[in-house]
Nanobody
Framework: VQLVESGGRLVQAGGSLRPSCAAS????????IGWYRQAPGKERELVEV???????YYADSEKGRFTISRDNTKNTLPLQMNSLKPEDTAMYYC?????????????WGQGTQVTVSS
């Protein structure tokens, strides 16, 4: 399974962004896929997850502002980010696995940088 993120860029606070993740390879083994982020000097944190049965997980700080979706025809995973804040600045990574538990996922993209200016 290969994951490639795109769409990260510099955006002003209050703005919106829609990075996406393209999946390829033996994707039928994926049970869940989602987005992590890591800011400089901070630990990586889970942002959102969507599973093969359509459930979603929301990190509290992003709930109501970020929305994950899945385009099965294009094998992409967009992350709609609204009302962006400077603290959302981070490298955003797409990750996936054959387990519903994110900590057990083994497939990662290279990341896409999101920078929110104040």
């Amino acid at each position: 399974v290969q994951l490639v993120e795109s769409g990260g860029r510099l955006v002003q606070a209050g703005g919106s962004l829609r990075p996406s993740c393209a999946a390829s390879g033996i994707i039928f083994i994926i049970k869940a896929i989602g987005w992590y982020r890591q800011a400089p000097g901070k630990e990586r944190e889970l942002v959102e997850v969507i599973s093969s049965i359509g459930r979603k997980y929301y990190a509290d700080s992003e709930k109501g502002r970020f929305t994950i979706s899945r385009d099965n025809t294009k094998n992409t995973l967009p992350l709609q980010m609204n009302s962006l804040k400077p603290e959302d600045t981070a490298m955003y990574y797409c990750a996936a696995g054959s387990d519903y538990e994110p900590s057990l996922w083994g497939y990662w993209g290279q990341g896409t940088q999101v920078t929110v200016s104040s």
